[in-house]
């Protein structure tokens, strides 16, 4: 073989071996949602490249691995993806940065008089969106998401910081920016950002560490990585971002879960809360929201107090297997308990995650759960929209999909609170991607798995000829 076919083979090996790497740290699909004993896979990591502010159509990706359930004995650890940063994107230190040396930033000029997304006598129509992905993917989504139902006005958009590390916690540098500026083209629009307590938090830290680690956060230990997100939050100009600290602490999967020391888990919530509300220019409002019924422990148990709870939200999805929609309403600590404690708190209620799960397309419970919201007007509610939970991107719950689009398809206006049957004409089906996924390639080309996000970047996957190896060549 010639020097400079040696040359020409070499390069081509040291490609392959970075795309290999680079697909065994980003490729991972979005996790499912957990109930009472039922393991939640990792959620998707975000992105940490700097994204671009510019909506673009883009190829939904494939679905999630199937959901295995958890068996009746103790859940094994879930396993977090590795959350990859690239050398171009900044990341913050884990040495605590004190109060006195944490710069505060200029603070955003916010008239008096600005339209308030959260106060009902503002607008009639209750603000209704999706989880669609963590970073730009999912912002494009939401127009995408509102064409299919017939121009329907989507006011809240939804995403979650990893919480694999205390500096993505921080929110780190350009993945907020492009939901800042969502936010910003429209005055009553609702960004909802769900924010983990811990790191290492889908790592199956032991009830014992997870106490330890609660009893130093309501110490003060923690204070500061709150109090960068709330400085960056204010930055990006989205003061009155809603934040869903600590989502289902009722459960036994996140290391920020209530269950080892409730009453350290509250005063830690309240040092949260007091720090990201000690930042100028901040208008937070903070979401209390636990899984549907009594899970590993009674949610009320963990209730933090009035003073820092700005929102009583609910995760409630259509489970366990065999359970009727009349009895998620009435199940111990289910949904009218919820509405009763948030009415008798005076606080307005919340479904950050909600759809279809354990009883497959269930056109029933999508229909009673719409009217369920349309009767109790929640301030926002975010159906989570990938398998097997969703209606749009999700392929395998046609019914529901069927429902979900007929009975919010160009709603701008207050709903009906008593939606009526879809008419069955009306075929669900995700918008057409720009680029098939799926489509095979060449026989003699063998395709890289590279994962969603470095697919996305370069425009679409690649694939490797097999006939580079030659000894000819």
């Known amino acids: 073989m010639a ?67 958890a068996p009746s004995a103790t859940p094994a650890a879930p396993v977090t993806p590795e959350f990859p940063v690239t050398p171009e994107v900044p990341v913050a230190s884990e040495v605590p940065v004190t109060p006195a040396e944490t710069a505060t930033p ?15 006598s503002e607008k009639d129509a209750p603000a209704f969106g999706a989880y669609l992905d963590y970073g730009a993917l999912g912002v494009a989504r939401i127009a995408q998401l509102s064409e299919w139902l017939g121009g329907a006005e989507l006011r809240v958009g ?23 500026d969502w936010r910003l ?44 997100l709330a400085e960056r939050l204010v930055a990006l100009k989205v003061p009155d971002t809603v934040i869903v600290l600590g989502w289902e602490m009722n459960g036994i999967t996140y290391t920020h879960r209530c269950g080892p020391d409730p009453e350290a888990w509250k005063k830690y919530w309240n040092r949260i809360v007091s720090t990201m509300r000690s930042v100028p220019g901040q ?20 209730y933090p107090g009035d003073d820092t ?63 369920w919201m349309d009767e109790h007007k929640p301030l926002y509610n975010t159906v989570t929209d990938y398998c097997p939970h969703g209606v749009w991107l999700c392929g395998q719950n046609p019914q529901s999909s069927s429902v979900y689009r007929s009975l919010l398809s160009g709603r701008t206006d207050e709903p009906s609170t008593a939606p009526t049957s879809p008419a ?39 694939c490797f000829r097999l006939d580079w190896w030659s000894a000819d060549r």
């Not at 795309?19 to 998707?44: C, H, M």
């Not at 937070?284 to 148990?301: I, L, Q, S």
Request: net charge negative; with cysteine.
């Open 3 to 69: 020097p400079q076919q040696r040359r020409a083979r070499s390069r081509r090996l040291a490609f392959v071996a970075a795309a290999v790497a680079a697909s065994a740290a980003l490729a991972s699909g979005p996790g499912f949602a957990a109930g009472a004993g039922v393991v939640r896979v990792a959620d998707p990591p975000a992105p940490t490249p700097t994204v671009p502010t510019a909506a673009v159509t883009l190829p939904a990706p494939a679905e999630p691995d199937p959901f295995v359930p």
């Open 106 to 120: 200029s603070t955003p000029s916010v008239p008096s008089d600005a339209f308030d997304p959260f106060d009902p």
């Open 158 to 180: 939804h995403t979650y910081l990893p919480g694999d590390r205390w500096h993505n916690i921080e929110g780190p540098p350009g993945f907020l920016d492009v939901w800042a």
């Open 185 to 228: 083209e429209k005055d009553d629009r609702m960004l909802v950002l769900n924010v983990p307590m811990m790191e290492r938090n889908e790592e199956g830290v032991s009830d014992e560490e997870v106490r330890g680690l609660l009893r130093q956060g309501a110490a003060g230990e923690f204070d500061h990585h709150f109090r960068a």
């Open 283 to 302: 208008k937070f409002r903070f979401d209390f929201a636990p899984t549907r019924g009594k899970d590993a422990v009674p949610w009320t148990e963990c």
């Open 309 to 371: 709870v700005d929102i009583l939200g609910m995760d409630s999805y259509d489970q366990p297997t065999g359970l009727s929609f009349d009895e998620q309403v009435k199940e111990p600590y289910g949904l009218q308990a919820h509405v009763d404690f948030a009415k008798s708190h005076g606080k307005p209620i919340s479904y950050p995650e909600w759809g279809l799960f354990r009883n497959g397309d269930n056109a029933e419970y999508m229909r009673r759960m719409l009217a």
């Open 424 to 462: 069955p004409s009306v075929e669900p089906s995700p918008p057409a991607p720009s680029t098939d996924p799926t489509t095979e390639p060449p026989g003699n080309c063998t395709p890289l798995n590279l994962g969603d996000w470095v697919e996305y970047w370069i425009g679409g996957k690649l």
